[in-house]
């Protein structure tokens, strides 16, 4: 594959182990975002909001995006946050398919219920305060995705079949809308 793929959603969301999934069964080079910049810092993402404060992680998101610019053929689990900010977006944009992993609040609930390494959940670890969070980013989660896969009750296999075969079609309308132009 000659673009990226960024999978961008919620915390809980899947990123992680489809981008696994996606690199082993498709031959594209895999990057964790948050492994990159924690790796590059030194610390837990836990550690780098208390010391630096969430604006200095955000700006470091930046950074590796601006990073990958030169790379193709890599799938890339983005954090949670990185579709927040417009830029970032852009940057995505430019060389890479960005696809939304959705699912429904009480299932991301089940899957981060027990961890500690999410700052933004911390001590507010309850369903309806992941609904209220999932609601403020969703405008934005389905403005920047060229493709979007509701991943409830899907298995890895499945949601991989699907988004490949739906960043194909994507490629293809987008081939025949040129050959319309060029007419
Ligand atoms: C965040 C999500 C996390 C991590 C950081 C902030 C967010 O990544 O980048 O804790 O703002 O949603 P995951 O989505 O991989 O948990």
């Known amino acids: 594959m000659e673009h990226n793929i960024f999978l961008i959603g919620f915390m809980g969301s899947g990123k992680s182990t489809i981008s696994d999934y996606l690199s082993q069964h498709y031959a594209m080079e895999k990057m964790e ?3 990159m910049i924690a790796q590059q810092e030194g610390m ?25 610019q030169s790379k193709g053929n890599v799938v890339v689990s983005c954090g949670g946050g990185t579709a927040m900010r417009e830029c970032n977006v852009e940057l995505m944009k430019k060389n890479g398919k960005i696809v939304l992993l959705a699912a429904s609040p009480q299932t991301i609930y089940e899957r981060v219920k027990d961890s500690h390494d999410r700052p933004l959940l911390e001590g507010h670890m309850d369903v309806s305060y992941i609904e209220g969070l999932m609601e403020q980013r969703r405008t934005r989660y389905e403005a920047a995705a060229d493709v979007v896969i509701q991943t409830d009750g899907l298995d890895q296999a499945s949601i991989c079949e699907e988004l490949m075969h739906r960043l194909e ?10 050959k319309c132009d060029n007419r």
């Open 169 to 178: 079609e994507g490629e293809n309308a987008y081939g025949y809308s040129q």
């Open 44 to 68: 837990s993402i836990s550690e780098i909001f208390q010391t630096h404060g969430e604006e200095y992680f955000r700006n470091l998101e930046t950074d590796v995006l601006k990073e990958l």
């Open 33 to 35: 975002m948050d492994q």
